[in-house]
């Protein structure tokens, strides 16, 4: 059955002081954004993430990093920052992100992109191989061009000087054409060059400072929602996030404090404390 507000053309009469004008139908709207979801590459259990059907919980840092992510999808396209995810896996860093893209592209018919920062750099990677005809402009042009990208699970793959160089070719890219970016990792931001498993150690000096300049940082911690039966309560979440034990910052001020001096860099500071600690 065709649209009854524009018998299927896509456009429709609206009178506004008596003067008549056409346009864009509802349902041409509903299509577009129908289209552009389909070319998302959301993976198929991401595919109905809302913002709304997250079960969150009383945990600051949480309810800032939801906060955060419902003023990005309404300010839209008109963002200044894109938003990086960091905490623990199972935490729905994932989900939050998802979310934002799929309302991004409902609600502003944005084109959107996701990757799975590892899989993006085997598919890159597997271009270089004769057999595959897929070049790798093939690859990058939908990636350097969505509207808003997610790079998800960032400092997942070892850091060699190819994937390095990669990464800060797209993200400088996309920051220089003023296209946001929105990443998750598991990695915390820790300010020192020593400590394997932070962000920094991870991404490389390049990559991280240019996040600092692209993101805003939005760091929590909080139980795996996969060790509940779904959904679980905001109860049930808040007494196992408050049960487990703190993570600490580790004990290397002074490490830290002598590699300023030798590198003269500064302090990368804190984004907004530690969550829940
Ligand atoms: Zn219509």
């Not at 139908?25 to 809302?50: F, H, M, N």
């Not at 598919?123 to 270089?128: P, V």
């Not at 490490?255 to 969550?275: E, F, M, N, Y």
Request: charged share 30%.
């Amino acid at each position: 059955m065709s649209c009854p507000y524009c018998d299927g053309t896509g456009w429709r009469q609206v009178s506004e002081d008596g003067v008549v004008r056409v346009e864009r139908c509802e349902c041409w709207r509903k299509g577009v954004a129908k289209t552009l979801l389909g070319s998302a590459r959301i993976p198929p259990r991401y595919r109905s993430c809302d913002l709304s059907s997250f079960v969150t919980y009383e945990n600051p840092q949480l309810q800032r990093a939801i906060s955060r992510a419902r003023r990005f999808i309404d300010a839209f396209p008109v963002v200044e920052k894109g938003l990086l995810f960091i905490g623990p896996p199972g935490i729905g860093k994932t989900h939050i992100a998802v979310s934002v893209l799929r309302q991004v592209v409902l609600e502003k018919n944005a084109q959107g992109l996701y990757y799975d920062t590892r899989s993006l750099l085997s598919t890159i990677r597997s271009t270089y191989n004769p057999v595959i005809r897929t070049s790798e402009v093939d690859v990058l042009r939908p990636v350097m061009e969505a509207e808003l990208l997610i790079l998800d699970d960032l400092g997942a793959e070892r850091l060699t000087d190819w994937v390095e160089e990669t990464m800060n070719l797209i993200v400088n890219t996309r920051y220089n054409d003023r296209r946001p970016t929105i990443f998750t990792s598991n990695y915390e931001d820790i300010p020192d060059p020593e400590a394997l498993e932070s962000l920094l150690v991870r991404v490389g000096f390049r990559m991280h400072s240019r996040l600092r300049e692209m993101c805003e940082f939005l760091e929590y911690t909080g139980p795996d929602y996969r060790d509940f039966e779904f959904p679980p309560s905001s109860d049930d979440l808040y007494r196992k996030w408050q049960s487990q034990p703190k993570r600490k910052l580790p004990a290397r001020a002074s490490v830290r404090a002598r590699a300023r001096l030798k590198t003269g860099k500064p302090d990368l500071g804190w984004s907004g404390g530690r969550a829940g600690g």
